[in-house]
């Protein structure tokens, strides 16, 4: 296979993607506007495929160049197609979704999170030696993890929450291009079936909680729990 | 061994019989339970071919079977086929009517699905398809959760689907960390075994916080505490039949992923695994054994004494050394078996007084003396009662605590037991016994009742006999947990 560029160049494009992925990642905390939040989602999911094929030419893996297909098969094309149909405009249309915390607050303990991801991946550094990818895309990978376990507790809307759960799924996967570039093929084509069936499952169970409450403002239903 | 491929087939084509548009749901209901009679006697041979050659493959290698997966796999395909009798009493002749054949045929389409899931997970050999199989637990049982369609399971259905799945991300990445150690020391395969040959050459550091996503992202989806959050709200509003296949058998297959990385963790040498293993179980054992006193609704009970019991298993895999170990696998078989009959019990009183409330179920032996036994046999057994197989596995537990010297573990563990065991007692007492209360429901059909029977067999059983085969297939699969 031929190279295109030098490696050094890749990296560079690795970088400027983990940079950007972060930022969105960050951008997906602070919005207000739910179809915002979906934009942004199928941003980072080019981002990803992005660092994926960068990482994919210069470790000479043709099996990131599949996952960077599969990323903008399911992540931006699948996903919002079968959010679309299963939930669809009305409930995820312009509109404003709230939260637990003020926005400011939430910017301050994600920015905390983020330091706290590169401080793992420091100390793991520590240890042991990695490929400059793997510098780039671990810390950013473990923070984004953390921030859409974030954005999932704070979020009070549906689809919000599920936003925060393919945060984390895209930050794992970015994590993973860089430490897990040799999976087999048939593991990316299970990943490849397994996303879209989440999206359907939770846009079906999205749709009949509003069908039964009138409300997708999951975080408001208190129900169940002990007396 | 095809047995292996067919284990995997039988459910998925069992699936598709339901899905065949024919406005059925009493076929629908037929094929779920001859396809689970059928999974439950390939499981047997697959046991036997484990005893017979220690471990056995097919699809070249594609799928694998030792003694823990066997002993996973079999109690899997005793509790959907119990939980198939049940359901086709339950939400066939209970709700047909209200709810119309396409949903009941929807309920056992899923149902296969789900229990192919839980069967493709103890039995896939490589582990990014092994974590495939946990998403989809999850994802096929998260419309059998929301079954009934009240507003409080619809909630206890997004808990369940956003948390677990939530923490199934982050065990992802514990995986693919772990996957990267295997690439980085040694170039070992990606499975449990090569996990287990490359421990000592993987960094530990790897190892480590690998083991960490994963006792959190998993743990999540087992019930550990803090993470349990959301199990008593889907174990309590699920239709009885599913609540035993997600209580019974789903939190211990899971709990069978973390069970796995203990002797990784033992040859890695990175941390002190027991004392993880013991603390973490603890809490769970604690916070349950307190839930359970101040609980008013009896599904609940039983959801916050699976917690319980995922907390004593995670114990005696951390005591560590075999007796401890033996004790683990037995106890795990005692708690799927009581735990289905349990929810099972659960089913027919809220058949016969259609309310889950414990206050308001007095008096149910005189009123439905079916029932009422059943849930009086399912609770003790569950509390740890003899002669029933949970004392026996408990005690096997502490035996081997002593044995090993733990003392501290052995009491604080017995402290919460007995708590546990007097709650559950004093709530069950309180519900069979005592003048009858007004109920308006209907005793359980036949169908059901021959579910309960079948499934109380071997909690019975097991309580004061273990018979060769399974001694020899518990002490295999003892054995994986050592390095």
Same mark, same amino acid.
């Given at each position: 296979?031929?190279v295109?560029?030098?490696?050094?160049?890749l990296?560079?494009?690795? !970088?400027?993607?983990?940079?950007?992925?972060?930022?969105?990642?960050l951008?997906?905390?602070? *919005?207000?506007?739910?179809?915002?939040?979906?934009?942004?989602?199928?941003?980072?999911?080019?981002?990803?495929?992005?660092?994926?094929?960068?990482?994919? =030419?210069?470790?000479?893996?043709?099996?990131?160049?599949?996952?960077?297909? =599969?990323?903008?098969?399911?992540?931006?094309?699948?996903?919002?197609?079968?959010l679309?149909? *299963?939930?669809?405009?009305?409930?995820?249309?312009?509109?404003?979704?709230?939260?637990?915390? *003020?926005?400011?607050?939430?910017?301050?303990?994600?920015?905390?999170?983020?330091?706290?991801?590169?401080?793992?991946?420091?100390r793991?550094?520590?240890?042991?030696?990695?490929?400059?990818?793997?510098i780039?895309?671990?810390?950013?990978? =473990? !923070?984004?993890?953390?921030?859409?376990?974030?954005?999932?507790?704070?979020?009070?809307?549906?689809?919000?929450?599920?936003?925060?759960?393919?945060?984390?799924?895209?930050?794992?996967?970015?994590?993973?291009?860089?430490?897990?570039?040799?999976?087999?093929?048939?593991?990316?084509?299970?990943?490849?079936?397994?996303?879209?069936i989440?999206?359907?499952?939770?846009?079906?169970?999205?749709?009949?909680?509003?069908?039964?409450?009138?409300? *997708?403002r999951?975080?408001?239903?208190?129900?169940?729990?002990?007396? | 061994?095809?047995?292996?491929?067919?284990?995997?087939?039988?459910?998925? @084509?069992?699936?598709?019989?339901?899905?065949?548009?024919l406005?059925?749901?009493?076929?629908?209901?037929?094929?779920?339970?001859?396809?689970?009679?059928?999974?439950?006697?390939?499981?047997?041979?697959?046991?036997?071919s484990?005893?017979?050659?220690?471990?056995?493959?097919?699809?070249?290698?594609?799928?694998?079977?030792?003694?823990?997966?066997?002993?996973?796999?079999?109690?899997?395909t005793?509790?959907?086929?119990?939980?198939?009798? &049940?359901?086709?009493?339950?939400?066939?002749?209970?709700?047909?009517a209200?709810?119309?054949?396409?949903?009941?045929?929807?309920?056992?389409?899923?149902?296969?699905?789900?229990?192919?899931?839980?069967?493709?997970?103890?039995?896939?050999?490589?582990?990014?398809?092994?974590?495939?199989?946990?998403?989809?637990?999850?994802?096929?049982?998260?419309?059998?959760?929301?079954?009934?369609?009240t507003?409080?399971?619809?909630?206890?259905a997004? +808990?369940?689907?956003?948390?677990?799945?939530?923490? #199934?991300?982050i065990?992802?990445?514990?995986?693919?960390?772990?996957?990267?150690?295997?690439?980085?020391?040694?170039?070992?395969?990606?499975?449990?075994?090569? @996990?287990?040959?490359?421990?000592?050459?993987?960094?530990?550091a790897?190892?480590?916080?690998?083991?960490?996503?994963?006792?959190?992202? &998993?743990?999540? /989806?087992?019930?550990?505490?803090?993470? $349990?959050?959301?199990?008593?709200?889907?174990?309590?509003?699920?239709?009885?039949?599913?609540?035993?296949?997600?209580?019974?058998?789903?939190?211990?297959?899971?709990?069978?992923? @973390?069970?796995?990385?203990?002797?990784?963790?033992?040859?890695?040498?990175?941390?002190?695994?027991?004392?993880?293993?013991?603390s973490?179980?603890?809490?769970?054992?604690?916070?349950?054994?307190?839930?359970?006193?101040?609980?008013?609704?009896? /599904?609940?009970?039983f959801?916050?004494?699976?917690?319980? $019991?995922?907390?004593?298993?995670?114990?005696?895999?951390?005591?560590?050394?075999?007796?401890?170990?033996?004790?683990?696998?037995?106890?795990i #078989?005692?708690?799927?078996?009581?735990?289905?009959?349990?929810?099972?019990?659960?089913?027919?009183?809220?058949l016969?007084?259609g309310?889950?409330?414990?206050? +308001?179920?007095?008096?149910?032996?005189?009123?439905?003396?079916?029932?009422?036994?059943?849930?009086?046999?399912?609770?003790?057994?569950?509390?740890?009662?003899?002669?029933?197989?949970?004392?026996?596995?408990e005690?096997?537990?502490?035996?081997?605590?002593?044995?090993? +010297?733990?003392?501290?573990?052995?009491g604080?563990?017995?402290?919460?037991?007995?708590?546990? &065991?007097?709650?559950?007692?004093?709530?069950?007492?309180?519900?069979?016994?005592?003048?009858p209360?007004?109920?308006?429901?209907?005793?359980?059909?036949?169908?059901?009742?021959?579910a309960?029977?079948?499934?109380?067999?071997?909690?019975?059983? @097991?309580?004061?006999?273990?018979?060769?085969?399974?001694?020899?297939?518990?002490?295999? #699969?003892?054995?994986?947990?050592?390095?």
């Open positions: 296979m031929t295109p560029g030098s490696v050094q160049t990296v560079g494009w690795d !970088a400027l993607a983990s940079a950007l992925f972060l930022l969105v990642s951008a997906i905390v602070a *919005t207000r506007q739910m179809l915002a939040t979906l934009r942004l989602f199928v941003i980072q999911s080019l981002l990803l495929a992005v660092s994926a094929t960068a990482i994919g =030419i210069g470790t000479h893996s043709v099996h990131l160049l599949v996952v960077a297909g =599969i990323v903008i098969a399911t992540k931006v094309i699948s996903v919002p197609w079968v679309k149909i *299963t939930v669809g405009g009305e409930i995820y249309g312009r509109r404003e979704i709230d939260q637990a915390l *003020t926005i400011p607050t939430s910017l301050i303990l994600a920015a905390g999170l983020v330091f706290f991801g590169f401080f793992i991946s420091e793991l550094f520590l240890t042991i030696s990695v490929p400059e990818f793997t780039l895309n671990l810390p950013v990978g =473990i !923070a984004c993890v953390l921030l859409g376990m974030f954005t999932v507790t704070v979020r009070r809307e549906a689809i919000a929450q599920l936003m925060g759960l393919l945060v984390m799924e895209n930050a794992v996967f970015f994590a993973g291009a860089a430490i897990a570039s040799h999976l087999p093929t048939l593991a990316e084509i299970a990943a490849a079936v397994d996303l879209p989440m999206t359907l499952v939770f846009g079906l169970l999205i749709r009949q909680i509003h069908r039964k409450l009138g409300t *997708t999951v975080g408001e239903l208190s129900a169940l729990g002990e007396r | 061994m095809a047995a292996l491929t067919w284990l995997l087939l039988v459910p998925v @084509l069992a699936a598709l019989l339901c899905a065949l548009p406005r059925s749901g009493r076929l629908a209901g037929r094929v779920t339970i001859i396809a689970s009679l059928a999974e439950f006697l390939l499981a047997a041979d697959v046991v036997r484990v005893l017979r050659f220690g471990e056995i493959e097919s699809l070249r290698g594609f799928l694998v079977a030792d003694s823990l997966s066997a002993v996973i796999v079999l109690l899997v005793f509790v959907a086929l119990t939980a198939g009798l &049940f359901s086709y009493g339950y939400i066939l002749q209970h709700r047909e209200h709810d119309g054949a396409r949903r009941v045929e929807a309920y056992f389409v899923l149902y296969n699905l789900f229990v192919a899931s839980m069967l493709a997970a103890p039995l896939l050999a490589h582990l990014t398809l092994v974590w495939i199989a946990i998403e989809l637990t999850t994802l096929m049982s998260a419309y059998l959760v929301a079954y009934v369609d507003p409080e399971a619809l909630e206890a997004w +808990k369940y689907v956003i948390l677990t799945s939530a923490g #199934a991300v065990g992802l990445f514990g995986f693919l960390l772990l996957y990267w150690g295997t690439q980085t020391g040694g170039e070992v395969p990606f499975t449990w075994q090569g @996990l287990l040959e490359g421990a000592s050459r993987i960094p530990g790897i190892v480590w916080l690998g083991f960490l996503l994963s006792l959190v992202g &998993f743990g999540t /989806k087992v019930g550990l505490v803090p993470l $349990h959050t959301w199990l008593p709200d889907a174990h309590s509003q699920a239709p009885a039949p599913i609540c035993a296949l997600l209580s019974g058998i789903e939190t211990t297959t899971v709990l069978y992923m @973390l069970m796995r990385l203990f002797p990784v963790l033992e040859a890695s040498h990175v941390a002190n695994q027991s004392a993880w293993f013991c973490v179980g603890l809490l769970s054992v604690a916070v349950a054994a307190f839930v359970l006193v101040r609980v008013h609704d009896y /599904k609940r009970m959801a916050a004494s699976t917690v319980e $019991h995922m907390g004593i298993i995670m114990v005696a895999v951390g005591l560590g050394g075999f007796p401890a170990h033996f004790a683990a696998i037995y106890q #078989a005692a708690h799927t078996l009581t735990k289905s009959l349990c929810f099972f019990a659960a089913g027919a009183v809220l016969v007084t309310t889950q409330e414990v206050a +308001k179920v007095r008096g149910l032996m005189s009123r439905s003396p079916a029932a009422a036994m059943a849930l009086l046999l399912g609770g003790l057994g569950i509390a740890g009662a003899p002669p029933f197989a949970v004392f026996i596995s005690f096997f537990i502490f035996r081997a605590a002593v044995l090993s +010297k733990h003392y501290i573990v052995v604080l563990l017995a402290v919460f037991v007995v708590m546990a &065991f007097c709650a559950i007692t004093f709530h069950i007492t309180g519900m069979v016994f005592g003048p209360g007004e109920f308006n429901g209907h005793d359980s059909p036949a169908v059901c009742n021959w309960i029977a079948i499934a109380f067999v071997p909690v019975l059983i @097991l309580g004061f006999y273990l018979p060769p085969f399974l001694q020899s297939l518990f002490e295999g #699969a003892a054995r994986a947990l050592g390095k």
